[in-house]
């Protein structure tokens, strides 16, 4: 049974950083891509980064390049996703998904396979 599970979301200042982790159980972590996505209330789920099996191919939305970074560690089995200069618009539940395609970095939400509950994220002005 796969489960995919995010931890680190929490309420912080306009500017702040926060770093939220992923675990995946129940699949080859090293052979899995893992992105973020993120959803704000009343509105759709939007792709944010996403990152390959071997953790050296990135994509960034464009509303988060350079201020958000992912990362991913086999050896521990965990994906990160450090936020850096957070503003109020990035509030939001963040989740984090998986596809056993490997090389996959895009953003269409249906090309992943796992997802886990979510985490929020709440940035105050």
């Known amino acids: 049974q796969v489960q995919v599970v995010e931890s680190g979301g929490g309420l912080l200042q306009a500017g702040g950083s926060l770093r939220l982790s992923c675990s995946v159980s129940?699949?080859?972590?090293?052979?899995?891509?893992i992105a973020w996505f993120r959803q704000a209330p009343g509105k759709e789920r939007e792709y944010v980064s996403a990152i390959n099996q071997s953790g050296y191919g990135r994509n960034y939305a464009g509303s988060v390049k350079g201020r958000f970074t992912i990362s991913k560690d086999n050896a521990k089995e965990t994906a990160t996703l450090q936020m850096n200069n957070l503003k109020p618009e990035d509030t939001a539940v963040y989740y984090c998904?998986?596809?056993?395609?490997?090389?996959?970095?895009?953003?269409?939400?249906?090309?992943?396979?796992?997802w886990g509950q979510g985490t929020q994220v709440t940035v105050s002005s």
């Open positions: 129940g699949l080859p972590f090293n052979l899995i891509a």
């Open positions: 998904a998986a596809t056993r395609t490997g090389s996959y970095i895009g953003g269409r939400l249906g090309d992943y396979d796992y």
